[in-house]
């Protein structure tokens, strides 16, 4: 790589910072927020006028959720695989099939056996959820209503409204899950 390839990829880096925070609708006070960098240094290398280095870029990276290749706009291997990284919470693995945080998020879940008399605890958020039950027994607890979805079968819903899923036997349940932030209700349509 030559001194002119390094420094268009650094020339390049200022706008697809600019790019993300804008799509993620973030002002700089956002940003510095979650990475310590001010407001004033991230003004900077979003106009070029300041040299991007690791130790500015590898907190950026981290803050929108993008590889490090994504920001410095590094060739593509021409390899179309994913390699999603599984994350393990409340007893469950989340498998991120998507990198967007703004707009429709895309996961592959695996909810362990469930244990004898084991409470479904509810949570509330913002957002909308659609799941498909790709293997196992399903339940959905949504308020006081305890449904049951067996593979091939899907749900939408209202995060606002208290909700759980969990198995509803002694065996695993692998589902695919698409959740909306804004609200969005999410439908598939026959064009």
Known sequence: MT?????AALAGVGPRL???RSRRRLTLTDVSERTGISVSTLSRLESGVRRPSLDLLLPLAKAYRVPLD???????????RIHPKPVRRDGMIYIPLTRNTSGVQAFKLILPPRKEDAR???RVHEG????????????LAL?????????GEAAEFDTRTPHAIASADQQPVEVMAL???QGERIHIRDS
């Open 143 to 151: 308020g006081d209503t305890l449904t049951t979805l067996v593979a």
């Open 3 to 7: 001194d002119e390839d390094v420094d």
């Open 179 to 181: 959740f909306s932030p």
């Open 120 to 122: 479904i605890g509810q």
């Open 128 to 139: 909308y959820e659609w799941i498909y039950v790709l293997s196992g027994t399903l339940h």
């Open 70 to 80: 994504d920001l410095v706009g590094a060739p593509q291997s021409g390899d179309p």
């Open 18 to 20: 600019r790019h993300l």
